[in-house]
């Protein structure tokens, strides 16, 4: 069984930068791809950011490109979220999330992280 266990949120100030961690267990960490996603108050979770095994392969939701970069470790099981320029729209509990490259939805989640962008 996949464990997702995310780290490094917390409150900054707006242009201000956070880096989430995201620690993989339970599996082989370079046979998933890894994602990134959110929930803001009152709406629905959105995609943020996703990378290949391979890390060679990114994909970033218009929202965050130019801004966020994903990347991960594969000798240390972990993904990362390098998130600069925040701004306060970015407010939202934030969720790494996994999937085998074959599936199209992400099937293991962690417990989510908060960030605040404060004004």
């Known amino acids: 069984q996949v464990q997702l266990v995310e780290s490094g949120g917390g409150l900054v100030q707006t242009g201000g930068s956070l880096r989430l961690s995201c620690a993989f267990s339970?599996?082989?960490?370079?046979?998933?791809?890894m994602g990134w996603f959110r929930q803001a108050p009152g709406k629905e979770r959105e995609f943020v950011t996703r990378i290949m095994w391979s890390a060679s392969s990114t994909y970033y939701a218009d929202s965050v490109k130019g801004r966020f970069i994903i990347s991960r470790d594969n000798a240390k099981n972990t993904v990362y979220l390098q998130m600069n320029s925040l701004k306060p729209e970015d407010t939202a509990v934030y969720y790494c999330?996994?999937?085998?490259?074959?599936?199209?939805?992400?099937?293991?989640w962690g417990q989510g992280t908060q960030v605040t962008v404060s004004t």
């Open positions: 339970g599996r082989t960490f370079s046979s998933y791809v």
């Open positions: 999330a996994a999937r085998n490259e074959w599936r199209n939805e992400y099937h293991y």
